[in-house]
């Protein structure tokens, strides 16, 4: 059984009744969302594309990587594609998915399609009118010790960053 | 301005008027989560210990480490510890943590702090009546394996298994 309490811009939460594996019987609080795509941009000589962006969830400006809800029916690819335009204003030559991922999955259906990006040619920035943020370019190297330092914070961002640094150093 | 759509056991959902950094006033979908604590348990020989646990919201079981929510007031570190022998039954010498991450900053405050156990002894497992799981042991480079195949999905467990991955190979 599920139990609609609230259907918004972004969310819809329920109720939602659910027999386990153990036969226990619970009410569960479970997000709905619609999901997203993200990008780890990496320039030629290695520097990845980060942006610092004002999260109100997060009590302020923290470090991510582009990324962007998937709008119905839209392919993750074509969707990260877009973020790193929009976002930060390159073209890639080559996407690659690295994972796709639950981000919450105690309550929240939400997955992120995390991909990295090469090939990258100037595109134009075009930033939503509830976007503000600042583009951060950095070598990998040093994003992995800003994850390490505690800088770095975002789920998806270091999912995507540990993935590319670990590829190249296999 | 807040107002409250939903109080419930694990999240409450407030629709906030925010002024952004750059004047725009926005209302956002903002889930309030108490936090949690996750835990990379590695064994001497290097094995790390995972559980494959039913999640209603991802649809089945998905590989993840231990983690708990955390309780009022309680330290994250405590937290850790108590998941790690409650889920998969084994205590810890020493605890490092390895980041605090956003898991879905776009409409959650959710953290999770994730840390690194080693010196295993066997304790107690013990599961609650709505926990449905069951422990699955490999070795390091094999998890980080499954990550790059797509069968560990799981945000948290992703991070905490590279940052592991990345600190062993420095």
Redesign the interface.
Known sequence: MVRN??S????T?N??T?Q???G?T?D????R?PG?AAVVPVKDDGTVVLIRQ??????GF?Y?IPAG?LAPGEDPLDCAARELEEEVGYRASSFELL??????????????HVYKAIGLTKGRQHLD??E?LEIVEMPLHQA?AR??D?TI????T??GL??V???N?A
Not at 99 to 112: M, Q
Not at 153 to 156: E, L
Request: glycine content about 8%; cysteine-free; aromatic content about 8%.
């Open positions: 309490v609230y918004g811009k972004v969310i939460l109720i939602d659910v386990l594996p153990n226990v619970v569960l609080e479970t997000i969302h997203a004002f999260r109100h969830a997060a009590g923290i991510e809800k994972s796709s991922i639950f981000t919450a999955p105690g309550f929240a259906d939400e997955v992120i009118r509830d503000v992995i994850i390490q505690g914070r975002d789920g998806k270091i999912v540990q993935a640094f670990i590829r150093s």
